[in-house]
């Protein structure tokens, strides 16, 4: 393994290689940043879809069918026989379990990205081996609040990419029809949205775009719908792939994403369409935003939507703030002070 200070070897795990995945897509950009900035990348993915292969990737055969054990000999056989000299493991802390104790041994400085709020066995263990561990907001990582490995950044949209369509006028799509994109699971809080509807005149809807995580949770969303005759006003959609997520901002104004303890992305996608996120208030604190709610209650949802306060920002006020805290070279940039200099 090559040790060299010269030159930054970045290996950086992740869960998926995949341009056209409708959740984790953005990786590839966040790579090509990496690259951009001066660092050389070597990744490891559970598995790979389509991809340009303008970097090296290393699946682990997920996509092949491996099982497990077969991919756990693989990932030891990868960081044993790679040259890297830092390692970085994107949201998955259980690649410290199986190997922190390797990478301790050789003296590989390792970070990790982590946006959630959960503790467990694999946590622990990353935070014992990191050198730092970065996330979004600062309600992620709560256990290791005051702790000096847990760096907050925000998120990293890559502007390029994104506003190459979003263009910078008004935006004046109807407030009646409402967005929600994400994955469908607890801790999204989708019932939140869905009984706003309840206090908002008939003409407003609500189109939900992401993939049933958690089963059992979408039935019951399904089933809340159907309880409270919105079944007209409540359109489940399909996930899309990320290229085609930018056309569909363009056609709302407002979005509702009630997630706790974490911001998704897609709220900071969507504002550099002018799509303004009604979101929880500390959310809207970590975003950046000048109005929110003051309580996650679906009657204040529907009473911040119809007072209409958010109107007085448009995509050039939101864009902005989506460039000036969020933006993608931004987060890799303070993210390489640390990696860069092993510290």
Same mark, same amino acid.
């Given at each position: 393994?090559?040790?060299?200070?010269?030159?930054?070897?970045?290996?950086?795990?992740?869960?998926?290689?995949?341009?056209?995945?409708?959740?984790?897509?953005?990786?590839?950009?966040?790579?090509?940043?990496?690259?951009?900035?001066?660092?050389?990348?070597?990744?490891?993915?559970?598995?790979?879809?389509?991809?340009?292969?303008?970097?090296?990737?290393?699946?682990?055969?997920?996509?092949?069918?491996?099982?497990?054990?077969?991919?756990?000999?693989?990932?030891?056989?990868?960081?044993?026989?790679?040259?890297?000299?830092?390692?970085?493991?994107?949201?998955?802390?259980?690649?410290?379990?199986?190997?922190?104790?390797?990478?301790?041994?050789?003296?590989?400085?390792?970070?990790?990205?982590?946006?959630?709020?959960?503790?467990?066995?694999?946590?622990?263990?990353?935070?014992?081996?990191?050198?730092?561990?970065?996330?979004?907001?600062?309600?992620?990582?709560?256990?290791?609040?005051?702790?000096?490995?847990?760096?907050?950044?925000?998120?990293?949209?890559?502007?390029?990419?994104?506003?190459?369509?979003?263009?910078?006028?008004?935006?004046?799509?109807?407030?009646?029809?409402? &967005?929600?994109?994400?994955?469908?699971? !607890?801790?999204?809080?989708?019932? %939140?949205?869905? #009984?706003?509807? /309840? @206090?908002?005149?008939?003409?407003?809807?609500?189109?939900?775009?992401?993939?049933?995580?958690?089963?059992?949770?979408?039935?019951?969303?399904?089933?809340?719908?159907?309880?409270?005759?919105?079944?007209?006003?409540?359109?489940?959609?399909?996930?899309?792939?990320?290229?085609?997520?930018?056309?569909?901002?363009?056609?709302?104004?407002?979005?509702?994403?009630?997630?706790?303890?974490?911001?998704?992305?897609?709220?900071?996608?969507?504002?550099?369409?002018?799509?303004?996120?009604?979101?929880?208030?500390?959310?809207?604190?970590?975003?950046?935003?000048?109005?929110?709610?003051?309580?996650?209650?679906?009657?204040?949802?529907?009473?911040?939507?119809?007072?209409?306060?958010?109107?007085?920002?448009?995509?050039?006020? &939101?864009?902005?703030?989506?460039?000036? !805290?969020?933006?993608?070279?931004? %987060?890799?940039? #303070?993210?390489? /002070? @640390?990696?860069?200099?092993?510290?």
């Amino acid at each position: 393994m090559d040790n060299s200070p010269t030159k930054t070897k970045l290996l950086f795990i992740t869960q998926k290689i995949n341009q056209n995945d409708d959740d984790l897509a953005f990786v590839i950009l966040w790579i090509k940043e990496f690259i951009k900035q001066g660092i050389e990348v070597q990744v490891i993915c559970l598995e790979k879809g389509d991809f340009d292969n303008s970097f090296p990737v290393y699946s682990l055969g997920k996509e092949e069918g491996k099982g497990k054990i077969a991919r756990v000999f693989r990932f030891w056989k990868l960081i044993f026989s790679l040259k890297y000299n830092r390692v970085f493991v994107h949201m998955n802390p259980e690649y410290f379990t199986l190997s922190g104790w390797y990478w301790r041994l050789r003296r590989v400085p390792m970070y990790l990205w982590y946006t959630h709020y959960k503790m467990h066995i694999h946590m622990r263990l990353a935070g014992f081996f990191c050198q730092r561990m970065f996330a979004a907001t600062k309600q992620s990582l709560p256990q290791y609040e005051g702790s000096p490995k847990k760096i907050i950044t925000g998120h990293g949209i890559d502007l390029n990419f994104w506003l190459k369509d979003a263009g910078n006028g008004d935006n004046n799509n109807p407030a009646e029809n409402l &967005l929600t994109i994400h994955r469908l699971c !607890r801790s999204k809080r989708l019932e %939140l949205g869905i #009984k706003a509807l /309840k @206090y908002l005149p008939e003409d407003y809807q609500l189109d939900v775009y992401g993939r049933d995580v958690e089963r059992d949770y979408a039935d019951e969303m399904r089933v809340l719908v159907k309880s409270g005759k919105l079944e007209n006003r409540v359109n489940f959609k399909e996930s899309l792939p990320m290229p085609e997520v930018r056309n569909l901002y363009k056609k709302y104004r407002v979005m509702v994403n009630m997630a706790s303890e974490t911001i998704d992305k897609t709220m900071l996608e969507g504002m550099l369409f002018g799509v303004y996120p009604v979101t929880t208030k500390g959310n809207s604190e970590a975003i950046g935003l000048p109005i929110s709610l003051e309580h996650d209650d679906p009657e204040e949802i529907a009473e911040f939507i119809l007072q209409g306060k958010w109107k007085e920002y448009n995509v050039e006020y &939101l864009q902005n703030i989506v460039k000036e !805290r969020h933006s993608l070279s931004a %987060l890799i940039s #303070k993210m390489n /002070k @640390y990696i860069k200099d092993g510290k």
